[in-house]
């Protein structure tokens, strides 16, 4: 499930997104925020899950869903959709 949302920030653009007159925000506002959409808790987020070292066990990857796909230096990997990875 897709937990945030990169878009745009209507406190910097107001009700127009190119500055052409009407309310144009304020611009010492960030143009760009994340929008949280998802509440549920990754115990993982922002870092590696617990008992995720050392290799080549990591039990703690597993556990969290994570499937190692090997690939060498060139390989296409193509992620489709949403998708966790430690790449």
């Known amino acids: ?4 949302q990169f878009v745009r920030n209507p406190k ?3 009700e127009s997104l190119d500055y052409s007159g009407g309310d144009a925000g304020d611009q ?3 143009q760009m925020i994340f929008r949280q959409l998802n509440q549920d808790h990754v115990t993982w987020e922002g870092k590696l899950p617990e008992n ?3 290799t ?3 039990t703690g990857l597993y556990e969290a869903g994570f499937v190692p796909v090997p690939c060498k230096a060139g390989d296409l ?3 489709v959709g949403e998708l966790d ?3």
């Not at 499930?1 to 945030?4: F, G, P, S």
């Open 52 to 54: 995720s070292l050392p």
């Open 85 to 87: 990875h430690l790449s």
């Open 12 to 14: 910097h653009f107001g």
């Open 28 to 30: 010492s506002e960030p």
């Open 56 to 58: 080549p066990d990591c």
């Open 77 to 79: 990997l193509a992620f």
């Open 1 to 4: 499930r897709t937990q945030r």
